[in-house]
């Protein structure tokens, strides 16, 4: 299954998390972890929830629903631990320049970090914490977002296709609560959606993102009438509500 970022919706939900122990310090588990035995393990694991984790909508039925929220939690906790291995020099090295782990980076973000924004937002975390781009944003994302664009030889970005989504909430909360006008967010819109157009262009993102009632096609249906008339994602928009 080829995995694109989008941006659905999950039920609020409490469960706890897989992989959550924390790492020993001993040489046996240290070494244990520097095993290709266990490299494979945490791959494989990566692998079997991904194929579980649906979005909600794409089912009627609940139970789907939550355990594909069940695994979503799974698949951040097991990155979560990797991530902290590597931090540690518990992992080799070359895991972070490997094509087939940064391709699973790469899946793993686009497929999980945008229900982890849905859910930042819906909770009012940026009310307490601040923006998702801030100080909300989990390691787990930054780190395999460094390791694909290293790997693709790209610039380092700060808002990437798995994340552009906390940009769209962060100005539609702007606006939407008058805390800004259309004219002071307006080089914002216009950089958000060209980056969006090029995305899509490239095939990192999927144009599922584009359905009607989606939080971008909701958003993007709140600017200036004048502004949306010349967007670049007009067509796009256009197209899918059709």
Same mark, same amino acid.
């Given at each position: 299954m080829e995995v694109m970022a989008s941006r659905p919706h999950y039920h609020t939900l409490t469960v706890? =998390?897989?992989w959550s122990q924390s790492p020993s310090s001993s040489q046996a588990t240290v070494n244990h972890r520097r *095993? /290709?035995?266990f490299i494979t393990n945490? $791959?494989? &694991?990566? %692998? $079997? =929830? %991904?194929? $579980?984790? $649906? /979005? *909600?909508? *794409? *089912?009627?039925?609940p139970d789907e629903d939550f355990q &594909?929220?069940?695994k979503r939690l799974e698949l951040a906790a097991i990155?979560?631990?990797i991530i902290e291995l590597l931090r540690k020099y518990n992992l080799p090295d070359f895991l972070e320049g490997d094509e087939e782990w940064i391709n699973i980076g790469t899946r793993f973000r686009r497929l999980v970090e945008p229900l982890d924004i849905s859910n930042y937002y819906r909770h009012l975390r940026h009310l307490e914490v601040g923006p998702y781009m801030g100080k909300g944003r989990p390691g787990r994302y930054r780190y395999t977002q460094r390791w694909f664009e290293h790997y693709k030889r790209n610039p380092e970005e700060q808002i990437s296709e798995s994340c552009f989504w906390a940009t769209v909430e962060d100005l539609w909360y702007e606006t939407s609560n008058k805390m800004k006008s259309f004219e002071d967010v307006k080089k914002d819109v216009?950089?958000?959606e060209g980056q969006i157009k090029k995305w899509v262009d490239d095939k990192e993102l999927d144009k599922g993102i584009f359905v009607e009632g989606s939080t971008l096609v909701k958003w993007w249906n709140s600017l200036p009438q004048q502004h949306r008339q010349g967007s670049c994602i007009r067509s796009f928009i256009e197209t899918s509500v059709l």
């Open positions: 706890n =998390h897989a *095993s /290709p035995r945490k $791959k494989n &694991a990566f %692998k $079997k =929830h %991904k194929r $579980k984790t $649906k /979005p *909600s909508g *794409s *089912s009627t039925d &594909a929220n069940v990155w979560d631990e216009e950089k958000i």
